[in-house]
């Protein structure tokens, strides 16, 4: 059985950080790159970030470039995304994804998916 289990999230000051973890479970971690997506009230989910298989190729969105890390430990089975200098909106619940494509910014690009840890920033 296929399992993501995000956890880290919580409620920050601006300018705080945090470190969300996601781990994985059920599959062949090594073989599937890594996201993080999120989705705020009201909005889409979108892409954060994203790392190939061996941790090699990363990519993130212009939104969180510079702020955020995208890791991964295939030892642990576990996807992070350090996340500094948050802002308020940032706020959102962030979703780790699995798929088979590097690179993949798409919803559609990734089979798997978690059940969210909220992150809420106040100004």
Known sequence: QVQLVESGGGLVQAGDSLRLSCSASGFTFSDYAMAWFRQAPGKEREFVATISRTGG???????????????????????????????????????????????GTRRYEYDYWGQGTQVTVSS
Do not use: H
């Open 57 to 103: 190729g990363i990519y993130y969105a212009d939104s969180v470039k510079g702020r955020f890390t995208i890791s991964r430990d295939n030892a642990k089975n576990t996807v992070y995304l350090q996340m500094n200098d948050l802002k308020p909106e940032d706020t959102a619940v962030y979703y780790c994804a699995a798929g088979p494509t590097s690179w």
